[in-house]
């Protein structure tokens, strides 16, 4: 059932020691190796302890800057320069384990394990004849604090957005999900980059069969490095040539909650925000959080007009260019009459002047988004209002086009998916071209086959365009329409199939 | 073919645009005037009976499409040919709706296009649908549906709305008399009712056997519903004179529709959305013989055969008539007697009797 | 995989190849379409030709913000052809672009078309051409000639042809005299044999000449066209008119008014005014002893508007009074407008259809002298007339 991807297997870039090699019992070459695989960094503290009354010889060994060096200095040192310890303790190990204040201490005897522990944030302590050495988890990174999401805003509702901490992060979904049931399942993606990245899941409401795929088509790839999610995205898509995102991302953690209980999973990483929700599907993406946090029947509105914004920046362009050139008997006498004066001095074709005008606003959209904000007002004004009257004026475009392409592109931001919205503008352009050819009968046959296409997606088995396609009527409930609360009784496709009733929801005694 | 299931929700949307298809368009029993609802409640009740004959031929085999269990009642060698005879049938009839629908863009919306340029359009979705697959296929044919319902609905409100219908327009009842009616009724039932053959090819990909039967004869009772109405509401609104005359009646209807001078001329919304149904139909027809192609000749690479039956089917569309009038006459007065009749109800029923009486003679053979 | 996209990179090419090739012919930009809002159609029997007359917008004119040149918003000329579409032809000689019909509010039927040449030869084109409505309005022009009565512009709607369809929907709801009647409505009335078509009919009054120009919309003193009249055909001939109080008859026999205003005498000088509404008839017609019998039964209800008596109406015998009289004028209107076309022998009212839906075997008898039984039909008429309200004051005016 699963679409199989198969991933390029990636040379792994070299790894500079051998990395089975076993520590030595001597304690200075183990820190010179040490030493001598890292580069010797400006940023790696050796602290070697070579206590007067004790026979033992400790190395510390840490990267300043992603550990906790005060803690390190606190915790570590400390008690090892003022603990004497029986020098002829055969169990050293066990006695530091019961001098050192750190939470999470292992013991590891590979030069990979120890390397790989100290470039994620971690502590070594080396010790004198031993052959193992200990591995104290110290890690603490500075990280932005929580502020206000930047892309997906809402009215009403929580106002805390991830960050690029993992941990804090999932301490935010934690923090509102306080169920025994919450599973976080950790993984280590990228050859160099060696990221963190954790799978989340509620464990009876999820269907255990995703939760695996999604486990499987992780660990299967194989590449450098992931910078953004959006890598992982790519990679764990189920199909690589569509417009449309398959994969949800989110910087909000109530959107993050609100699908988990769906019986979807959520994929975090360090050092970004956005966090991934897989299954997703179509009428997914029209939903945004604060559908819930209104009534029921603003809800519903505002997600019909969501709908429509969608097939508004879709279809406006190439509709307008089609009823004018091959369907004027469509156009209201009137209008028609109209449209026909303030063409009549136009030198571009209209399918040629819608083009021009759909370009120029994609230019000014991108110059907007890397503008610096100083002189970012200056061009919304120009580009906007003055840009379009004066083409208007001086005979280039008519003020009708341009009015189809403003509406056009505002809509096009309407929808809470930003993926969406950019795959709207895509394919704008290509139903664009083909009713300037063939008028609405060719608007039809491509929205067709955009339609086949979308029905033949699958996020993760799940069909992309349920609930509407398979028609489940059982689901329709939070489609088009947003339900009163109480009535939101069944989980949608993703969730496991024997715990499809929300819990909480059903009336007592009704 | 990978034994992808459909749900009967699927199939009940598949059947009921496939029924509606052309028929809704060029218009039903038009020699029978302003009886011809009392042809097509016949042909409704007609279709249903046909249809349990195909359920009832699909429960004795329950996994095969119909050239497989021709082979199986009339022998390997006659049962192959027949098969072929259907698949033939089956590409034949798909470039004849191909036809009718290229003539009604050209004639009423596109009147300086070729109808090679439009064809081409068309195939082009046909051949991707079935590229993709029966299961996308049917899906798409539930989003459709909804569609063509909703279209469906504004066309009876806004032509109640608009006030153009007269209900005298449909008496004075019986006026010439039963004959006209029954010489449109074998037309009335092999189009559209018997063209429900081709789903012989499709149920085996039902997913619960059961359903077949009751999702059938809603299907077929619906949707001949639906098009009793469409033939009342157009005699009604254009009288029955000119609703004989038209080549697309429904369209000479809903041109009348003039609701403040706003809501007019609406009749090229009314020709784009019967391109939906037109493109199901196509379909459904090359699906079957595509899948009939592979039964018989066991192919291994499928979807290498899309694109010659695609082109066979376009090209013939193209040079089958030279005009929309012969090919009008050539489907009421030709296509029903020596094609229809013989394929749809005839061998069906033969097969059946064959059957049957097999069962009788060697209840080992299931 | 890799046959796929080999597959996927012809298909790619076919379609590219068939675009670029076959090239899109529908494609018309709207600075090469002129759009013909309304048509007028006659008839020169010395030629033997038909004269059609297109008026067709004139686009910088009609900008919404109003930067027209000082031209007229609509531009008229004529071509001649032995059919429609002949004409239609012929007029590419004289105007630069490709006319589309699809807007067309009006067509006018010039009256000698209607009289020497018939109807029936005129509208197969209207119904068989895709792009040509059938839901348009028609007119004919009494005494008058097409292209001028389609060069007089009017100050209110400024495309003639608009104003034209104003007026007779206008008069139509508030009146009842005149019926707008559409090319459908004339083609079933051809076809069906128990049934005639009825056209109304316009004229000019004032000076053409000044009519045609801009200074029409200028003065206060202006040559403007008027509803003259309801034309009677038979067979497709012109054969009479119908004027005044009378085409009331054909209105309300045919359920197409529902309001109407009524004039009766309430003493021998005076009269009263009274606003029918709520107007419903019922037609039937029966054969017995080859003469053909038709009763009409029309209910109504009246408001008092104008009252020029001071008979005190709050008495029950005066309203009852006013009622018989209101009953009384009523029929008679109702009656003088079937006499009229009795005389013209002319069914224009459908009674023959009425037969044929009813009494099919007499109908099938006596369809061939259907209209030569109508003109000899007796023919009663019944009104049942209530006034429900008497305005704004309850008694009369005292003078």
Same mark, same amino acid.
């Given at each position: 059932?699963?679409?199989?991807?198969?991933?390029?297997?990636?040379?792994?870039?070299?790894?500079?020691?051998?990395?089975?090699?076993?520590?030595?019992?001597?304690?200075?070459?183990?820190?010179?190796?040490?030493?001598?695989?890292?580069?010797?960094?400006?940023?790696?503290?050796?602290?070697?302890?070579?206590?007067?009354?004790?026979?033992?010889?400790?190395?510390?060994?840490?990267?300043?800057?992603?550990?906790?060096?005060?803690?390190?200095?606190?915790?570590?040192?400390?008690?090892?320069?003022?603990?004497?310890?029986?020098?002829?303790?055969?169990?050293?190990?066990?006695?530091?384990?019961?001098?050192?204040?750190?939470?999470?201490?292992?013991?590891?005897?590979?030069?990979?394990?120890?390397?790989?522990?100290?470039?994620? @944030?971690?502590?070594?302590?080396?010790?004198?004849?031993?052959?193992?050495?200990?591995?104290?988890?110290?890690?603490?990174?500075?990280?932005?604090?929580?502020?206000?999401?930047?892309?997906?805003?809402?009215?009403?509702?929580?106002?805390?957005?991830?960050?690029?901490?993992?941990?804090?992060?999932?301490?935010?979904?934690?923090?509102?999900?306080?169920?025994?049931?919450?599973?976080?399942?950790?993984?280590?993606?990228?050859?160099?980059?060696?990221?963190?990245?954790?799978?989340?899941?509620?464990?009876?409401?999820?269907?255990?069969?995703?939760?695996?795929?999604?486990?499987?088509?992780?660990?299967?790839?194989?590449?450098?490095?992931?910078?953004?999610?959006?890598?992982?995205?790519?990679?764990?898509?189920?199909?690589?040539?569509?417009?449309?995102?398959?994969?949800?991302?989110?910087?909000?953690?109530?959107?993050?909650?609100?699908?988990?209980?769906?019986?979807?999973?959520?994929?975090?990483?360090?050092?970004?925000?956005?966090?991934?929700?897989?299954?997703?599907?179509?009428?997914?993406?029209?939903?945004?959080?604060?559908?819930?946090?209104?009534?029921?029947?603003?809800?519903?509105?505002?997600?019909?007009?969501?709908?429509?914004?969608?097939?508004?920046?879709?279809?406006?362009?190439?509709?307008?260019?089609?009823?004018?050139?091959?369907?004027?008997?469509?156009?209201?006498?009137?209008?028609?009459?109209?449209?026909?004066?303030?063409?009549?001095?136009?030198?571009?074709?209209?399918?040629?002047?819608?083009?021009?005008?759909?370009?120029?606003?994609?230019?000014?959209?991108?110059?907007?988004?890397?503008?610096?904000?100083?002189?970012?007002?200056?061009?919304?004004?120009?580009?906007?209002?003055?840009?379009?009257?004066?083409?208007?004026?001086?005979?280039?475009?008519?003020?009708?086009?341009?009015?189809?392409?403003?509406?056009?592109?505002?809509?096009?931001?309407?929808?809470?998916?930003?993926?969406?919205?950019?795959?709207?503008?895509?394919?704008?352009?290509?139903?664009?071209?083909?009713?300037?050819?063939?008028?609405?009968?060719?608007?039809?046959?491509?929205?067709?086959?955009?339609?086949?296409?979308?029905?033949?997606?699958?996020?993760?088995?799940?069909?992309?365009?349920?609930?509407?396609?398979?028609?489940?009527?059982?689901?329709?409930?939070?489609?088009?329409?947003?339900?009163?609360?109480?009535?939101?009784?069944?989980?949608?496709?993703?969730?496991?199939?024997?715990?499809?009733?929300?819990?909480?929801?059903?009336?007592?005694?009704? | 073919?990978?034994?992808?299931?459909?749900?009967?929700?699927?199939?009940?949307?598949?059947?009921?645009?496939?029924?509606?298809?052309?028929?809704?368009?060029?218009?039903?029993?038009?020699?029978?005037?302003?009886?011809?609802?009392?042809?097509?409640?016949?042909?409704?009740?007609?279709?249903?009976?046909?249809?349990?004959?195909?359920?009832?031929?699909?429960?004795?085999?329950?996994?095969?499409?119909?050239?497989?269990?021709?082979?199986?009642?009339?022998?390997?060698?006659?049962?192959?040919?027949?098969?072929?005879?259907?698949?033939?049938?089956?590409?034949?009839?798909?470039?004849?709706?191909?036809?009718?629908?290229?003539?009604?863009?050209?004639?009423?919306?596109?009147?300086?296009?070729?109808?090679?340029?439009?064809?081409?359009?068309?195939?082009?979705?046909?051949?991707?649908?079935?590229?993709?697959?029966?299961?996308?296929?049917?899906?798409?044919?539930?989003?459709?549906?909804?569609?063509?319902?909703?279209?469906?609905?504004?066309?009876?409100?806004?032509?109640?709305?608009?006030?153009?219908?007269?209900?005298?327009?449909?008496?004075?009842?019986?006026?010439?008399?039963?004959?006209?009616?029954?010489?449109?009724?074998?037309?009335?039932?092999?189009?559209?009712?018997?063209?429900?053959?081709?789903?012989?090819?499709?149920?085996?990909?039902?997913?619960?056997?059961?359903?077949?039967?009751?999702?059938?004869?809603?299907?077929?009772?619906?949707?001949?519903?639906?098009?009793?109405?469409?033939?009342?509401?157009?005699?009604?609104?254009?009288?029955?004179?000119?609703?004989?005359?038209?080549?697309?009646?429904?369209?000479?209807?809903?041109?009348?529709?003039?609701?403040?001078?706003?809501?007019?001329?609406?009749?090229?919304?009314?020709?784009?959305?019967?391109?939906?149904?037109?493109?199901?139909?196509?379909?459904?027809?090359?699906?079957?013989?595509?899948?009939?192609?592979?039964?018989?000749?066991?192919?291994?690479?499928?979807?290498?055969?899309?694109?010659?039956?695609?082109?066979?089917?376009?090209?013939?569309?193209?040079?089958?008539?030279?005009?929309?009038?012969?090919?009008?006459?050539?489907?009421?007065?030709?296509?029903?007697?020596?094609?229809?009749?013989?394929?749809?109800?005839?061998?069906?029923?033969?097969?059946?009797?064959?059957?049957? %009486?097999?069962?009788?003679?060697?209840?080992?053979?299931? | 995989?890799?046959?796929?996209?080999?597959?996927?990179?012809?298909?790619?090419?076919?379609?590219?190849?068939?675009?670029?090739?076959?090239?899109?012919?529908?494609?018309?930009?709207?600075?090469?379409?002129?759009?013909?809002?309304?048509?007028?159609?006659?008839?020169?029997?010395?030629?033997?030709?038909?004269?059609?007359?297109?008026?067709?917008?004139?686009?910088?004119?009609?900008?919404?913000?109003?930067?027209?040149?000082?031209?007229?918003?609509?531009?008229?000329?004529?071509?001649?052809?032995?059919?429609?579409?002949?004409?239609?032809?012929?007029?590419?000689?004289?105007?630069?672009?490709?006319?589309?019909?699809?807007?067309?509010?009006?067509?006018?039927?010039?009256?000698?078309?209607?009289?020497?040449?018939?109807?029936?030869?005129?509208?197969?084109?209207?119904?068989?051409?895709?792009?040509?409505?059938?839901?348009?309005?028609?007119?004919?022009?009494?005494?008058?000639? %097409?292209?001028?009565?389609?060069?007089?512009?009017?100050?209110?709607?400024?495309?003639?042809?608009?104003?034209?369809?104003?007026?007779?929907?206008?008069?139509?709801?508030?009146?009842?005299?005149?019926?707008?009647?559409?090319?459908?409505?004339?083609?079933?009335?051809?076809?069906?044999?128990?049934?005639?078509?009825?056209?109304? @009919?316009?004229?000019?009054?004032?000076?053409?000449?000044?009519?045609?120009?801009?200074?029409?919309?200028?003065?206060?003193?202006?040559?403007?066209?008027?509803?003259?009249?309801?034309?009677?055909?038979?067979?497709?001939?012109?054969?009479?008119?119908?004027?005044?109080?009378?085409?009331?008859?054909?209105?309300? %026999?045919?359920?197409?008014?529902?309001?109407?205003?009524?004039?009766?005498?309430?003493?021998?000088?005076?009269?009263?005014?009274?606003?029918?509404?709520?107007?419903?008839?019922?037609?039937?017609?029966?054969?017995?002893?080859?003469?053909?019998?038709?009763?009409?039964?029309?209910?109504?209800?009246?408001?008092?508007?104008?009252?020029?008596?001071?008979?005190?109406?709050?008495?029950?015998?005066?309203?009852?009074?006013?009622?018989?009289?209101?009953?009384?004028?009523?029929?008679?209107?109702?009656?003088?407008?079937?006499?009229?076309?009795?005389?013209?022998?002319?069914?224009?009212?459908?009674?023959?259809?009425?037969?044929?839906?009813?009494?099919?075997?007499?109908?099938?008898?006596?369809?061939?002298?259907?209209?030569?039984?109508?003109?000899?039909?007796?023919?009663?008429?019944?009104?049942?007339?209530?006034?429900?309200?008497?305005?704004?004051?309850?008694?009369?005016?005292?003078?």
């Amino acid at each position: 059932m699963w679409k199989k991807v198969s991933l390029k297997q990636h040379k792994s870039s070299g790894n500079t020691s051998s990395s089975d090699d076993l520590l030595t019992k001597n304690l200075i070459e183990n820190v010179g190796q040490i030493k001598e695989d890292l580069g010797d960094c400006s940023d790696l503290n050796v602290r070697m302890i070579k206590h007067k009354e004790n026979p033992f010889a400790f190395a510390v060994i840490h990267i300043d800057g992603i550990s906790n060096t005060p803690k390190i200095d606190e915790h570590v040192i400390e008690p090892l320069l003022t603990n004497k310890f029986d020098p002829a303790s055969r169990t050293i190990k066990d006695e530091l384990q019961q001098v050192i204040a750190v939470t999470n201490i292992k013991e590891k005897n590979t030069f990979k394990d120890i390397l790989s522990a100290i470039v994620s @944030g971690g502590t070594v302590i080396l010790i004198d004849n031993d052959p193992s050495a200990l591995i104290l988890s110290t890690r603490e990174i500075e990280s932005r604090s929580i502020v206000e999401p930047t892309t997906q805003t809402v009215i009403r509702g929580p106002k805390d957005s991830f960050t690029e901490n993992l941990r804090t992060n999932t301490s935010l979904v934690r923090s509102r999900i306080q169920s025994p049931n919450l599973r976080l399942d950790s993984m280590i993606i990228g050859e160099v980059t060696q990221t963190q990245v954790e799978i989340m899941y509620i464990k009876d409401i999820a269907d255990e069969s995703i939760v695996k795929e999604v486990k499987n088509r992780l660990q299967k790839i194989k590449i450098d490095g992931i910078i953004e999610s959006a890598y992982i995205e790519g990679f764990i898509q189920d199909e690589m040539q569509t417009p449309f995102p398959t994969v949800q991302n989110t910087e909000r953690p109530d959107a993050v909650v609100g699908n988990l209980l769906e019986g979807r999973v959520a994929i975090f990483m360090t050092g970004t925000p956005y966090v991934l929700i897989v299954p997703v599907t179509f009428t997914q993406l029209f939903q945004s959080p604060e559908d819930y946090y209104q009534n029921q029947y603003i809800g519903s509105v505002l997600r019909i007009l969501r709908l429509g914004a969608f097939f508004l920046a879709l279809y406006a362009p190439a509709v307008y260019v089609a009823m004018i050139t091959h369907h004027q008997a469509l156009v209201p006498t009137v209008l028609l009459v109209s449209i026909a004066a303030q063409r009549e001095a136009i030198p571009f074709p209209a399918i040629v002047e819608a083009f021009i005008m759909e370009i120029t606003f994609e230019v000014l959209r991108e110059a907007g988004i890397r503008m610096p904000r100083a002189v970012g007002s200056a061009l919304s004004i120009v580009g906007a209002l003055i840009l379009g009257q004066a083409a208007v004026d001086a005979g280039f475009v008519s003020a009708a086009m341009v009015i189809i392409v403003s509406v056009t592109a505002i809509a096009s931001f309407a929808l809470p998916n930003y993926n969406l919205g950019i795959a709207a503008r895509s394919l704008r352009f290509l139903l664009l071209i083909v009713a300037s050819y063939a008028g609405l009968y060719g608007v039809l046959a491509a929205s067709l086959i955009i339609g086949m296409h979308m029905c033949s997606l699958r996020s993760f088995g799940v069909p992309y365009l349920s609930p509407i396609a398979p028609f489940k009527l059982k689901e329709q409930k939070d489609v088009l329409f947003r339900f009163a609360l109480p009535n939101l009784i069944n989980r949608p496709t993703p969730a496991n199939k024997k715990n499809r009733v929300r819990i909480g929801n059903r009336n007592e005694g009704e | 073919m990978e034994q992808v299931k459909v749900n009967g929700f699927q199939f009940f949307s598949v059947i009921f645009l496939f029924e509606l298809g052309s028929a809704i368009l060029v218009g039903m029993a038009g020699e029978a005037r302003q009886d011809s609802w009392i042809t097509i409640l016949f042909g409704i009740a007609s279709g249903c009976v046909l249809y349990l004959i195909f359920t009832k031929l699909y429960t004795m085999y329950p996994a095969l499409p119909l050239t497989s269990y021709l082979q199986k009642i009339l022998g390997r060698y006659l049962g192959w040919l027949f098969g072929l005879m259907y698949v033939t049938y089956f590409m034949y009839i798909a470039s004849r709706v191909l036809r009718d629908f290229e003539e009604l863009l050209v004639i009423a919306a596109y009147r300086s296009e070729t109808l090679l340029t439009l064809g081409i359009i068309m195939m082009v979705c046909v051949m991707y649908a079935i590229f993709k697959g029966i299961e996308v296929f049917f899906r798409i044919s539930e989003l459709c549906l909804f569609i063509i319902v909703f279209m469906l609905l504004f066309i009876i409100l806004f032509e109640m709305a608009s006030g153009i219908i007269k209900l005298q327009h449909l008496r004075p009842i019986l006026e010439h008399g039963w004959r006209p009616l029954v010489s449109s009724y074998p037309t009335t039932l092999t189009f559209p009712f018997g063209e429900m053959i081709t789903f012989t090819m499709l149920l085996p990909f039902l997913n619960k056997q059961e359903k077949a039967k009751k999702v059938g004869i809603l299907a077929i009772v619906l949707s001949g519903l639906c098009l009793l109405l469409f033939t009342l509401l157009n005699i009604a609104i254009t009288g029955a004179d000119i609703a004989s005359r038209s080549a697309f009646p429904i369209l000479t209807a809903v041109s009348y529709i003039n609701i403040a001078e706003f809501v007019q001329r609406l009749d090229t919304v009314v020709i784009i959305s019967m391109v939906i149904l037109g493109f199901v139909k196509i379909t459904v027809f090359l699906f079957c013989a595509f899948i009939g192609t592979i039964d018989l000749f066991k192919i291994k690479h499928q979807k290498n055969l899309i694109y010659p039956m695609g082109i066979i089917v376009l090209v013939s569309s193209v040079i089958m008539a030279p005009n929309y009038i012969a090919h009008i006459n050539e489907g009421l007065k030709i296509v029903p007697y020596y094609l229809h009749i013989p394929m749809q109800i005839v061998i069906p029923i033969l097969l059946l009797v064959i059957a049957l %009486i097999k069962r009788k003679l060697k209840p080992a053979y299931a | 995989m890799r046959e796929n996209r080999v597959r996927t990179k012809i298909s790619f090419l076919i379609i590219f190849l068939f675009v670029v090739l076959s090239g899109c012919s529908n494609y018309t930009e709207l600075n090469e379409i002129a759009i013909v809002l309304g048509i007028g159609i006659d008839y020169i029997p010395e030629k033997d030709v038909y004269e059609v007359t297109y008026q067709v917008v004139n686009p910088s004119e009609n900008a919404a913000r109003g930067t027209g040149s000082g031209g007229t918003p609509v531009i008229n000329y004529k071509s001649r052809g032995k059919t429609i579409s002949e004409a239609a032809g012929n007029s590419t000689n004289i105007f630069p672009r490709k006319n589309i019909y699809s807007h067309i509010q009006l067509v006018l039927i010039g009256e000698q078309l209607a009289k020497k040449e018939s109807l029936n030869f005129i509208f197969d084109v209207f119904e068989r051409d895709a792009g040509v409505r059938v839901n348009v309005p028609v007119l004919i022009t009494r005494n008058a000639d %097409i292209k001028t009565t389609m060069d007089i512009l009017s100050s209110i709607d400024k495309i003639p042809v608009r104003s034209l369809v104003g007026k007779v929907m206008n008069a139509s709801d508030l009146l009842g005299e005149h019926g707008e009647i559409k090319i459908y409505d004339i083609i079933e009335n051809l076809t069906n044999e128990g049934s005639e078509p009825t056209i109304s @009919g316009i004229s000019i009054r004032g000076n053409s000449k000044t009519g045609a120009s801009k200074k029409n919309i200028e003065s206060m003193n202006k040559t403007f066209i008027f509803l003259n009249g309801i034309a009677v055909f038979n067979k497709g001939k012109l054969v009479g008119w119908i004027d005044g109080k009378k085409t009331k008859s054909l209105q309300i %026999i045919k359920n197409k008014i529902r309001t109407s205003s009524l004039r009766i005498h309430c003493d021998q000088k005076r009269y009263n005014n009274l606003l029918v509404n709520h107007l419903k008839s019922k037609s039937k017609v029966d054969l017995q002893n080859s003469q053909a019998v038709i009763t009409i039964q029309v209910n109504a209800f009246g408001n008092l508007t104008e009252l020029l008596c001071n008979k005190d109406i709050s008495k029950r015998e005066v309203i009852k009074e006013y009622q018989r009289k209101g009953e009384q004028e009523l029929e008679k209107e109702i009656k003088d407008g079937i006499i009229v076309a009795q005389k013209l022998e002319s069914d224009v009212f459908g009674f023959g259809e009425i037969l044929r839906n009813t009494h099919q075997k007499k109908w099938r008898k006596s369809k061939q002298q259907w209209n030569k039984l109508f003109s000899q039909a007796k023919v009663n008429v019944k009104v049942n007339l209530t006034i429900e309200g008497t305005g704004m004051r309850i008694k009369p005016y005292p003078y």
